[in-house]
Structures are given as C-alpha cells and as structure tokens.
C-alpha cells in the first residue's frame, strides 16, 4: 500500500519474519535484480540486490533480530547472519539496516560486552554511531551499517 502510494516508479519486496505476522520490507525505486532470503536465530533476513541507471549495484540487508526476552544467541545469531549476508556479496554499496533488538554500546554498557560490535565493525561501519540513544530504554536498538567499496 505504501509502495502504491509513493507512485509508480516505486517497487516493494517483502518477506514474513516468521515471528507472527512481523514482515521485513525493502522500498526502492531502481532496479531490483535479485532478492534473497535467509534465516538466523529463527528469523528470516531478506537481501535485495539493486542497480541504478549509472550501473552502480548496491546490496541491502533488512534485519528484524529476535527480541533478547527470546533468548540471545537467537539475537546474536540473526545479527551475525545479517552480516554475513552482506559480506559475501560485491556490490560497491552494501547496507544492513533494521531493528537489531541489541545494545551495542560501544562502552561497554550494552546488553554484554563491546565483543559483538567489534565484530561486526570490523567489517562494516556503524552509521547510526552519532546518533547516540534513540530508544526509551536508553539504548540504540536500531542500526544503520554500511561497507562502501572503492567502484571496481
């Protein structure tokens, strides 16, 4: 519906979480050539691989990570999945973006230790570091990473 309202040039790929009626969606207005879906921690990520009219291909990850109250290896296993995902592609421009369900405070002063986003910002950058807390729990569950590739 949203997709219908944003106009015609604009297209809608979505996938069900698996948790209830939960979907992930992914809205663009470029060329979409391929979407894949996996699962981690018992929640499906979708991967939507995208092309503009200058043949510049971007890759992004749409990330619903289970709620930690549902056990934390879930959590940390469809964090970690999501990454992986990005990881094995070679588009120039790849994102994952969603709701993580995870403090990665940096300070150490999220749901563990700062292992995690170490981790994860070995391989991509934190795009949402700025930002600081967005969520009334004084956290920031909601995430933005990126790996921008030099245009091969």
């Known amino acids: 519906m949203i997709a219908r309202m944003l106009g015609d040039d604009w297209c ?7 948790h209830g009626q939960q979907v992930l969606a992914v809205y663009s207005r470029l060329l979409v050539s391929a979407v894949d879906t996996h ?28 709620h930690p109250a549902r056990g934390m290896p879930n959590t940390v296993a469809n964090i970690r999945s999501a990454v992986s995902m990005m990881a094995d592609r070679d588009e120039t421009v790849r994102i994952i973006a969603g709701d993580f369900n995870y403090n990665f405070d940096p ?7 700062a292992t995690l986003y170490e981790e994860i910002t070995a ?3 934190d795009g949402t ?5 967005t969520y009334l729990g ?9 790996l921008v590739d030099s245009p091969r």
């Open 12 to 18: 809608v790929h979505s996938v069900k979480t698996g």
């Open 39 to 66: 699962e981690g921690g018992g929640r499906k990520l979708m991967g939507v691989s995208l092309r503009d009219d200058k043949k510049r291909r971007f890759y992004i990850v749409a990330v619903h990570a289970p």
């Open 107 to 113: 300070d150490g002063n999220g749901f563990g230790d």
């Open 123 to 125: 391989e991509v950058s």
């Open 129 to 133: 570091a700025t930002i600081g807390e």
């Open 138 to 146: 004084h956290t920031r569950i909601d995430h933005v990473w990126a």
